[in-house]
């Protein structure tokens, strides 16, 4: 056995010096050396006076010529298939191999330009795919590739990884890892040994890792795969290696959550399809490939104690380790075969599935009895049972966990008892209904909320006989529960009885097992249909799924539910009961609309969530994941609130007409929102329409109508509505890359007044600022006078919203306002983002410039997602409109949306939302300046109370949009349970715009998870 065979190679004794030498002597140039870090040779930049640089490799002796001419006609099979790899340059003698003086064979290679990936923090999923494609790229590119000095046998060959981890583990100092290593390295073996006989072999990379790979920086600033690098492991071997070494070395990036690297092994059999023994072989390997980094780095050290490389790479590679086997090996290897849409399982078949894969075939589920005792649920298991039998709904859009009750800790003891009271002799909450009941908020990850089992609750009252519903033998029989061993490696748990039966009695269906002890509360008994390979031994609990109390079911978080889904199955059939179980139809939900909906519809995320539920300032998807809400700033209140559907529920059943008739609602709502203006203002009339994009629409024929006029002015950047009027005054190129170029002939449009990004910029006090944006207002204004185009009205929102909350200028909109009126036209407030208590300190946007306008334009939270919009004005200008027809909205200050209004007003006050506002939005602002003295890309901070706005960039100084960035980032803080999302003319601004119920709580959450964002990476 070699050197290497047996643990390790002590690198070439090679200085900087000697590398200066050899670049002298062999290639004829004068350079200066820098090491680079390697276990096993030697590796050197080589700069040369101009700044080419090249790489300078001293081989270990251990490896002879024919594996370096191997390793040259793999370079050229990756420059054919269009792999990126530097070519390897020769010397004076044209030879590509040359020699030391000290007799080392040495190589020189072009400079790979590019960042080492190893060291980064995380990666993105779209980086995880491109791994495994550049994986798949150098597995199709050597598919051919025959060489003498491929035939090598050394350590880090896959099919020897069990061998060499046994061999060099007695170097693991640390005895509980060493066993650890060892344990998880049989394990592997074993698996491997079921498919090793068909795993196709051929000349792999071998080491095609993180640490092999060059990245270079994306528009997004993530590092991407780009040349591949050292080939000095190619050999042949097992093809699904390649992707496994690959897979092992993404895990370590984000180590707790292993199943995000499926992502590479998906990419990969995109490109190169895997048979289904090589995607059974996939995890057996990755968890081998951990096991030997661990062993042959703690040995690496033992015999070369003073390779830093080597000393640095040891957190690592424990990491990837710890990964590897941070969820059992059956488990991991079923997630593989679940995401290639492969059956797999306990009949061992591998054939593709449909779009909709099922597990594995069901075990007998026969029903026994008569038909009588079959129509009759859980009669099967408790034949005594007394009464009906109610199924509760636990799940994200159950009816009975409105108004946050879900939340309670006691939620599902609720349910339950509520059903009991009402009669039920017993309850049930079924198999594989995602629970919203343990939904976890403020969390940056998914709780366990997916049952693999089915409770039944059993009322008070006299001991019962359970009955097997099935034959089986007996496995387990304690006073917890029996297990069943149904044939077909299948198993049936009945958890929270006690046993009545012994180990080895073959029962019938409907054979007394075991007695549910006599009580005077409910009664829990679990029922779990499971797989052989999830069953620990030949008893419960369940492999890595914290035991829970006896009785009661077992859940799994989301992203483990493929897996489980195939473990176990849902015993509804057998117990009588209706088959409810869920899995998670996002994707399904996504291509559904690509179907029916326009390409111009707006869809946030690159892969969806979808969301079903909403509380607060909480969203939940169908899986029972709970995310902050950071945008959703029509639902001032937050969603569901209580107050509102109480409102819609009465009024819709009492009554619900047109605004023609004569009904209270109407003057009471309206009275209600002018009460809210400042004192003095002269705004006395309010017309009620459906949208802020109508109300928008209404005030610019208001303004027209008074004056007389046609022309309207516009700020550049601004959004207002997408109706015909108010989509002409948008001047976003943010909807509309065209907003400037074809703006109707009545609309004129001026600066926008941003201190920051503007024609003049300034500090907060600075008044200058804003008067210079103003006479340049009015310079406009002048302008369009003396072209016969006098300005019928100037529209603006109070606050920069689009932009992503700016502030205007100190005095800019008072002053703006006097000149549009002193030139006669009227002053719009578009207040449908930044009113109703938003900014917190005051309760509309143009209070906190001191200015009143004509006209304000409202909409969003007047209904907390109701659709209710309006303009509040003067009876003076709202008269003007009768010169033009009658005004008619047919759901516009109808019954009903007045109601919700008038229940969102009294919601507001009474929960002391615009306190809060203010409150929550000081420490967010104070939050998001605080990350700004860490992470060089947050620029300024904007907005005030909840309507904020945190501007990424790449340049303080130049203030260069890190657009990518930010909307990479935002794929991150989903990933975290934030919704967070983009807006400004350069989409570069994180737009903070909460309902207005955020707390201290979710908001230090929402800074807590940007910070780790931009310290570990999007």
């Not at 603006?796 to 205007?808: D, K, Y």
């Not at 890190?962 to 400004?984: D, F, H, N, P």
């Amino acid at each position: 056995m070699t050197e290497q065979q047996s643990g390790g190679l002590v690198r070439p004794d090679v200085s900087e010096n000697d590398a200066r030498a050899i670049a002298r002597a062999c290639y004829g140039i004068e350079v200066s050396v820098r090491e680079l870090g390697s276990n096993q040779d030697r590796n050197f930049v080589l700069e040369q006076p101009d700044g080419t640089r090249s790489v300078l490799r001293v081989d270990n002796p251990a490896f002879g010529d024919e594996a370096r001419d191997a390793q040259h006609a793999a370079l050229e099979a990756y420059r054919t298939a269009g792999v990126p790899a530097p070519a390897v340059l020769p010397g004076l003698d044209g030879a590509l191999t040359q020699r030391s003086e000290q007799g080392f064979a040495v190589r020189r290679s072009e400079f790979a330009d590019g960042e080492p990936m190893v060291d980064i923090g995380y990666l993105a999923p779209v980086v995880l795919e491109e791994f495994g494609a550049l994986a798949a790229a150098s597995a199709n590119a050597l598919v051919g590739l025959r060489h003498p000095g491929l035939d090598r046998d050394h350590m880090w060959i896959m099919d020897v990884a069990h061998e060499q981890t046994l061999l060099l583990a007695p170097s693991i100092a640390d005895e509980t890892l060493r066993e650890r290593v060892l344990d998880a390295a049989d394990e592997a073996r074993a698996a491997l040994d079921e498919v090793t006989d068909v795993l196709p072999q051929q000349a792999i990379h071998g080491d095609l890792t993180d640490d092999n790979v060059m990245g270079r920086r994306g528009e997004d600033a993530r590092l991407h795969p780009s040349i591949v690098l050292d080939l000095g492991d190619l050999a042949y071997g097992w093809r699904v290696s390649e992707l496994a070494v690959t897979a092992a070395s993404m895990l370590h990036h984000d180590a707790r959550r292993p199943l995000r690297v499926l992502d590479t092994v998906a990419a990969f059999h995109r490109d190169a399809p895997l048979s289904e023994a090589e995607a059974r072989a996939v995890w057996p390997l990755v968890v081998l490939r951990g096991a030997i980094l661990v062993a042959s780095g703690w040995r690496q050290l033992e015999i070369d104690g003073g390779n830093d490389y080597a000393r640095d790479r040891i957190a690592g590679e424990q990491r990837i380790f710890d990964a590897a086997v941070a969820l059992p090996l059956t488990e991991m290897t079923e997630h593989v075969l679940a995401r290639l849409g492969m059956r797999g399982g306990a009949d061992g078949s591998g054939s593709l599935l449909p779009a909709a894969p099922a597990p594995h075939p069901s075990p007998c589920v026969e029903r026994p009895g008569s038909q009588e005792s079959q129509d009759l649920p859980l009669r099967s298991l408790l034949p005594g049972l007394d009464g009906e039998v109610a199924t509760v709904d636990p799940g994200v859009e159950s009816e009975a966990l409105d108004a946050g009750t879900w939340l309670a800790d006691d939620a599902e003891e609720r349910l339950v008892s509520a059903a009991l009271r009402d009669g039920a002799a017993a309850a049930v909450l079924p198999y594989g209904v995602y629970r919203l009941t343990r939904a976890a908020i403020d969390a940056a990850d998914a709780a366990e909320t997916w049952p693999f089992g089915t409770e039944a609750v059993v009322a008070p009252g006299a001991e019962q006989r359970v009955t097997a519903p099935v034959a089986g033998t007996v496995v387990a029989a304690t006073e917890r529960g029996v297990l069943l061993d149904l044939g077909d490696g299948w198993f049936l748990s009945v958890d929270g009885v006690r046993a009545e039966c012994s180990v080895g009695d073959g029962v019938e269906a409907g054979a007394r097992i075991a007695v549910l002890e006599a009580g005077d509360d409910a009664r829990p008994i679990a029922v779990a249909l499971c797989r052989v390979d999830a069953i620990d031994g030949v008893a419960p609990p369940i492999l890595s799924i914290e035991v829970p109390a006896p009785g009661r079911a077992q859940l799994v978080a989301p992203d483990r539910v493929p897996a489980w889904r195939r473990f176990t199955r849902d015993p509804a059939a057998m117990l009588g009961l209706a088959p409810l179980a869920q899995r998670d139809e996002a994707a399904d939900e996504q291509r559904r609309r690509e179907g029916i909906f326009a390409s111009a519809q707006e869809r946030y995320y690159e892969r969806p969530m979808q969301i079903e539920r909403g509380w607060r300032h909480h969203l939940v998807d169908t899986t029972g994941r709970a995310y902050i809400d950071m945008v959703n700033n029509v639902t001032g209140l937050g969603h569901g609130h209580p107050g509102v559907a109480d409102a819609v529920n009465r009024q819709i059943r009492i009554l619900n007409t047109n605004s023609r008739f004569l009904y209270r609602e109407l003057a009471e709502y309206s009275e209600r929102l002018l009460a809210l203006l400042p004192e003095g203002s002269g705004l006395d009339t309010v017309l009620l329409v459906n949208s802020g994009s109508e109300a928008v629409d209404l005030a610019l024929r208001l303004a027209q109508a008074a004056t007389g006029r046609k022309t309207v002015v516009a700020l550049r950047e601004a959004y207002h509505g997408w109706t015909m009027a108010s989509d002409a005054v948008t001047t976003s190129a943010y909807d509309n890359p065209f907003a400037l170029e074809n703006r109707p002939e009545w609309v004129h449009v001026a600066d926008v007044p941003n201190r920051f990004r503007g024609t003049y910029r300034g500090e907060a006090d600075d008044v200058s600022v804003g008067e210079r944006y103003a006479a340049d207002l009015g310079a406009d204004l002048d302008r369009l006078a003396g072209a016969g185009r006098d300005a019928a009205a100037f529209i603006c929102e109070s606050v920069l919203g689009n932009a992503g909350g700016v502030l205007l200028p100190n005095g800019y909109l008072a002053d703006a306002y006097a000149r549009v009126r002193a030139a006669g036209g009227l002053c719009i407030a578009d207040e449908v983002q930044v009113g109703f208590g938003r900014m917190g300190s005051s309760f509309w946007g143009f209070e906190q410039s001191g200015a009143v306008p004509d006209l304000i334009t409202i909409a969003k939270p007047m209904g907390n997602g109701f659709p209710i919009g309006g303009v509040i004005t003067s009876k003076r200008v709202a008269d003007a409109l009768a010169a033009q027809g009658q005004f008619f909205s047919s759901a516009g200050g109808n019954p009903l949306s007045c109601r919700v209004g008038l229940a969102v007003l009294d919601a507001m006050e009474a929960e002391g939302l615009q306190a809060n506002a203010r409150a929550v939005g000081e420490r967010l602002a104070t939050g998001f300046r605080a990350l700004a003295e860490k992470h060089s890309i947050i620029g300024p901070v904007h907005g005030e109370g909840l309507y904020l706005g945190v501007e990424l960039v790449r340049d303080r100084a130049t203030l260069e949009p890190a657009k990518q960035e930010a909307a990479a980032i935002c794929e991150r803080l989903k990933e975290l349970g934030v919704i967070v999302l983009t807006t400004s003319e350069r989409s570069n601004v994180l737009k903070v715009k909460p309902p207005l119920t955020l707390t201290e709580e979710s908001a230090d959450v929402v800074i807590a998870a940007l910070d780790r964002v931009l310290s570990e990476g999007w």
